[in-house]
């Protein structure tokens, strides 16, 4: 069952940040939302989680809501390479759920030169 | 390389013949997932390991489907009386704690003519 509700495609000019939305109004509170990302023909890559405080890495910041009922995915100076479908996954982090990663459809974004 | 490996990553099959994926997780990780991704959709949960016990199986791993990893190492998946219906990238992932990042291999590749 779908937990989070993404927009399928999205395109960003190269250099400039690129934001995905993802809204998941039914979270828990001890569920993180996880982004993956997976270029063409290769498995998902991690790229970030968080449960409520932002977060950032060297890959990408994640921006949580206060109510935590959405979240924004930002890449702040897109390339090319980052041209790939962006799932957005709430999960818990032990028990029950822990270990199944409900991918959804995701975000396809194109990075365009 | 230290990522997760996989092999085949190709594998073209005629209906009824049985074939079998194995996946080399991170050497670790001590959790093995196993997913199915069919064209234009997200990667689908099919089971999951901690060491050598499976813990966990999605609804879509039919009796065709068995899923194995002896020693707690490698693992592998065979499907047995294969249909066209299996046509789809086999996905394997692993991680070191319940609720971690799982890290994916490349996917096998299935084609059932």
């Known amino acids: 069952d779908a937990k989070t509700t993404q927009p399928p495609s999205m395109d960003c000019a190269e250099g400039r940040a690129a934001n995905l939305p993802c809204n998941h109004s039914?979270?828990?509170?001890?569920?993180?939302v996880y982004w993956y990302r997976q270029i063409h023909s290769q498995g998902p890559q991690y790229i970030i989680h968080?449960?409520?405080n932002n977060e950032t890495n060297e890959m990408a910041s994640l921006i949580i809501t206060e109510d935590r009922k959405s979240s924004t995915l930002i890449l702040p100076h897109a390339t090319l390479r980052d041209t790939a479908v962006y799932y957005c996954?709430?999960?818990?982090?032990?028990?029950?759920?822990?270990?199944?990663?409900?991918f959804g459809t995701g975000t396809r974004l194109t990075v365009i030169p | 390389d230290t990522g997760v490996s996989q092999d085949p990553r190709h594998k073209i099959t005629k209906r009824g013949q049985n074939v079998t994926f194995r996946c080399d997780p991170i050497s670790e990780h001590n959790r093995l997932y196993w997913y199915r991704q069919t064209l234009g959709q997200g990667p689908e949960f099919l089971t999951y390991?901690?060491?050598?016990?499976?813990?966990?199986k999605s609804r879509l791993l039919s009796d065709r489907f068995s899923a194995e990893r002896p020693k707690g190492s490698f693992s592998t998946l065979e499907i047995q009386r294969t249909e066209q219906g299996d046509s789809a990238m086999y996905l394997c992932?692993?991680?070191?704690?319940?609720?971690?990042?799982?890290?994916f291999g490349p996917g096998t590749r299935l084609t059932v003519t």
């Open positions: 992932a692993s991680s070191l704690e319940v609720g971690g990042e799982q890290y």
């Open positions: 968080g449960l409520k």
């Open positions: 996954i709430v999960r818990v982090a032990s028990g029950a759920g822990a270990n199944n990663l409900f």
């Open positions: 390991f901690q060491n050598e016990a499976q813990l966990e």
């Open positions: 039914t979270i828990s509170g001890n569920e993180y």
